[in-house]
């Protein structure tokens, strides 16, 4: 094995470390980064954790009443869901 020049082994030395102060600055500028550009999102709204109930069962009741609570259920929920992803469509392009 060839011995490597004091020069030699000084550069290597040199390029061994500016490769972990590489890392080190992109982490540092990395979190630079975030804590500049950190956007506080409004809370989820609670309407838009909400679930909407199944509508009630009763015994000697039309089968078809019941059908008809439970697809206002749906229509609900639907228009709720609507509603969260209209507020956050809206909020992420006033982001950009």
């Known amino acids: 094995m060839k ?6 082994l ?7 470390g500016c ?3 590489h890392a080190k600055l992109s ?3 990395q979190k630079i980064g975030q804590a500049r550009a950190h956007v506080a999102v409004p809370a989820w709204p609670d ?4 679930h909407e109930p199944h509508a009630v069962l009763a015994l000697n009741q039309d089968a078809l009443a019941a059908l008809k609570r439970e697809r ?3 229509d609900r ?4 869901t ?6 956050y469509d809206d909020l992420a392009a006033k982001l950009k």
């Open 10 to 16: 000084l550069l290597s030395l040199i390029l061994t």
């Open 82 to 87: 609507d509603r969260c992803a209209g507020f």
């Open 19 to 21: 490769t972990n102060d």
């Open 72 to 74: 206002a259920a749906l």
């Open 47 to 50: 309407q838009c954790r909400a």
């Open 27 to 29: 982490a540092a500028g």
């Open 3 to 8: 011995k490597l020049a004091p020069a030699a």
């Open 77 to 80: 929920q639907n228009a709720r």
